[in-house]
C-alpha cells in the first residue's frame, strides 16, 4: 500500500496569483520547513508577475479533500 498526500496552495496578492504545492510526509517539522519553503517561493514570484485583470477572489468556503484510490497492476 502507497500513502500519498499533496497540499495545494494558491498566493493571491497585489491582483498577481501563483500556485505551488508541497508533498506531505506526516513529519511536522518537516512538512511546516516545505510549507514555509512555498510560501516564500510564491512570494517572490508573485512580485514578477503581472496583475490579473480576471481574477475573481476566492471566497471563504472551508476546506476540501480528495481522495483517490486505485489497484496499481492488480496488486
Given at each position: 500500500m502507497v500513502d500519498d498526500a499533496t497540499?495545494?496552495?494558491?498566493?493571491i496578492a497585489n491582483k498577481r496569483n501563483c500556485e505551488g504545492s508541497i508533498t506531505?510526509?506526516?513529519n511536522h517539522d518537516i512538512d511546516m520547513a516545505r510549507?514555509?519553503?512555498e510560501i516564500q517561493r510564491m512570494r517572490s514570484e508573485a512580485?514578477?508577475?503581472l496583475e490579473d485583470?480576471?481574477?475573481v477572489m476566492p471566497t471563504n468556503t472551508?476546506?476540501?479533500r480528495e481522495v483517490k484510490e486505485a489497484s496499481?497492476?492488480?496488486i
Amino acid at each position: 500500500m502507497v500513502d500519498d498526500a499533496t497540499l495545494g496552495l494558491k498566493f493571491i496578492a497585489n491582483k498577481r496569483n501563483c500556485e505551488g504545492s508541497i508533498t506531505v510526509s506526516g513529519n511536522h517539522d518537516i512538512d511546516m520547513a516545505r510549507g514555509a519553503t512555498e510560501i516564500q517561493r510564491m512570494r517572490s514570484e508573485a512580485q514578477d508577475i503581472l496583475e490579473d485583470p480576471f481574477l475573481v477572489m476566492p471566497t471563504n468556503t472551508g476546506s476540501s479533500r480528495e481522495v483517490k484510490e486505485a489497484s496499481i497492476l492488480g496488486i
